[in-house]
Nanobody
Framework: EVQLAESGGGWVQPGGSLRLSCVAS????????MTWVRQAPGKELEWVSS????????YYTDSVNGRFTISRDDARNTLYLQLNSLKTEDTAMYYC??????????????RGQGTQVTVSS
């Protein structure tokens, strides 16, 4: 059974940082692109970032580019998202997902339960 388990969310003041983790199991982690998506209250699911199998190709939505960093540790079957210079508009539930952006946003997406990030003063 494929499982994705996110952690690392919490409350932080604007300008602060968090590191999200996603531990994967039930599939060959190193063989797949992986993605982070988020959903703010009252808004649709939004693609945030994706990383290819080679761990070098990384893509970000414009609003987080330069502030967030995606990475992966295939030996630990773990996906990460470093969130720096957080803004109130980054407040959302963050999910890791198997595959690329299209996979992550599809109705049949495989995503974890999510971890809540709240940015406020």
């Amino acid at each position: 059974e494929v499982q994705l388990a996110e952690s690392g969310g919490g409350w932080v003041q604007p300008g602060g940082s968090l590191r999200l983790s996603c531990v994967a199991s039930g599939f060959t982690f190193h063989s797949y692109k992986m993605t982070w998506v988020r959903q703010a209250p009252g808004k649709e699911l939004e693609w945030v970032s994706s990383i290819f199998r080679d761990a070098y190709r990384k893509y970000y939505t414009d609003s987080v580019n330069g502030r967030f960093t995606i990475s992966r540790d295939d030996a630990r079957n773990t996906l990460y998202l470093q969130l720096n210079s957080l803004k109130t508009e980054d407040t959302a539930m963050y999910y890791c997902a198997l595959g690329g952006a299209d996979d992550a946003l599809s109705r049949s997406a495989i995503r974890g339960q999510g971890t809540q990030v709240t940015v406020s003063s």
